[in-house]
């Protein structure tokens, strides 16, 4: 079945005892035992296991490739689980522009465990392969990177990792499935904050981690199951519903990100846009060859944290705050929003700029996106 397709009936096919076309939301904590030691769907506890969890996981795995998903309370839960597939002393490369969570948790939580972290520029295979130590067990990737969209060969780097025997992990966040399929292209691991493009309308949190190995399956689900970090039944309806129109969504979203960074590279007052989809990104090239559109994420510079504060301060369509992927035009400030976390000296040196605007475009009229970012800099 084609792409679509799979959105809308994997994990959501009719209600088999009622005949609905949408199944029923779960909406309970344990499930009574026929008998001694039998359950009737092999279902006992919520926080082990329930029906919109394991039909949401199918799906997801089913639309990203993989061989089995499990999804999480957030993209966090998610990408805390994989980690924990490491033992003390191991090493980690992961890209340097990586979401400021991410960098929180690495390295004021998980180094508290024995992890290593060490976070290159990966989008240079050369910086990435001499990074790699004998203690190093995985590559964690952000393509792109969040917010400097700066791209990574995921192709070539399963190459180098299967070479040296190390887990490729690839966040695939920003693109989707629809956009971007990691696991094809030799990745081991994908994860997804799922509260994003996947859900798609800014009314749930959820994460997903996608396997390809039988063997990280097992640990995952031990974790998942452990730590009580599986996503509740609401919001796997949530998610599941969201997911129905991630085929439609992504291309319209594509289609106004194109015409919102074509329309700021030719702005006076934009500095440089940071769009994959442009011809001028340097690595332009690569987003045509490891994507199959460009998205809706992108950055602009404004030259100084007064422009980008006078930018914030006086959009009216778009909503400045946390989070992106929905269908609303979400707008932030990378340096005292997402990456805060990420000392100042650090953020210069990898282009998260105080002046660094990052744009969600939603799947509004574009001519009112634009309208509206164009009476926004008329402030500055």
């Known amino acids: 079945m084609g792409f679509a397709t799979d959105a809308i009936h994997v994990g959501q096919e009719p209600d ?21 030691g039998k359950y009737t769907a092999g279902y006992d506890y919520a926080r082990t296991n329930h029906p919109n969890r394991k039909a949401l996981e199918r799906c997801v795995a089913q639309l990203e490739g993989g061989q089995s998903a499990y999804v999480f309370s957030s993209g966090m839960a998610g990408i805390d689980a994989v980690f924990r597939l490491l033992r003390p002393g191991d090493h980690v490369v992961v890209s340097e522009a990586v979401y400021g969570g991410v960098y929180r948790l690495a390295t004021q939580l998980l180094v508290q465990f ?20 004998p203690s190093t067990k995985m590559i964690y990737l952000e393509t792109p990177t969040n917010p400097t969209m700066i791209l990574s060969d995921i192709a ?18 920003f693109l ?16 997804h904050s799922m509260t994003k493009y996947l859900n798609g309308h800014s009314d749930a949190t959820g994460g997903a981690v996608v396997l390809t190995r039988p063997a990280d399956a097992e640990k995952i689900y031990f974790i998942q199951r452990s730590a009580g970090s599986g996503l509740a039944p609401m919001d796997c309806f949530l998610v599941s519903r969201g997911i129905k129109t991630l085929a439609v969504r992504m291309i319209q979203h594509s289609v106004n990100g194109m015409a919102v960074a074509k329309h700021l590279d030719a702005h006076p007052k934009i500095k440089k846009v940071f769009y994959p989809g442009l011809p001028s990104h340097p ?3 690569l987003a045509r060859k490891q994507q199959k559109g460009p998205g809706a994420m992108l950055s602009f510079e404004l030259g100084s944290a007064e422009a980008a504060r006078a930018l914030l301060n006086n959009v009216k369509l778009c909503s400045l705050a946390e989070s992106l992927g929905g269908v609303e035009t979400l707008i932030s400030h990378p340096a005292s929003m997402t990456h805060a976390s990420i000392p100042a000296e650090i953020r210069q ?14 799947i509004e009229d574009v001519a009112d996106i634009i309208a509206d970012l164009d009476q926004a800099l008329m402030y500055i």
């Open 16 to 36: 088999p005892s009622t005949g609905a076309v949408v199944a029923p939301i779960y909406q309970t904590s344990t499930y009574v035992q026929q008998e001694f």
């Open 114 to 133: 024995g992890l290593e972290f060490s976070f290159v520029n990966t989008s240079s295979q050369d910086q990435l392969a001499a990074a790699l130590r």
């Open 156 to 173: 070539a780097t399963a190459a180098l990792a299967n070479a040296r025997g190390v887990t490729l992990v690839v966040d695939n966040t």
């Open 176 to 191: 989707s499935p629809y956009l971007q399929n990691p696991l094809a292209l030799g990745a081991h691991i994908v994860v």
């Open 283 to 285: 690595q332009h090239e």
């Open 349 to 362: 040196n990898i282009g998260i700029t105080d002046g660094l605007v990052r744009l969600s475009v939603g």
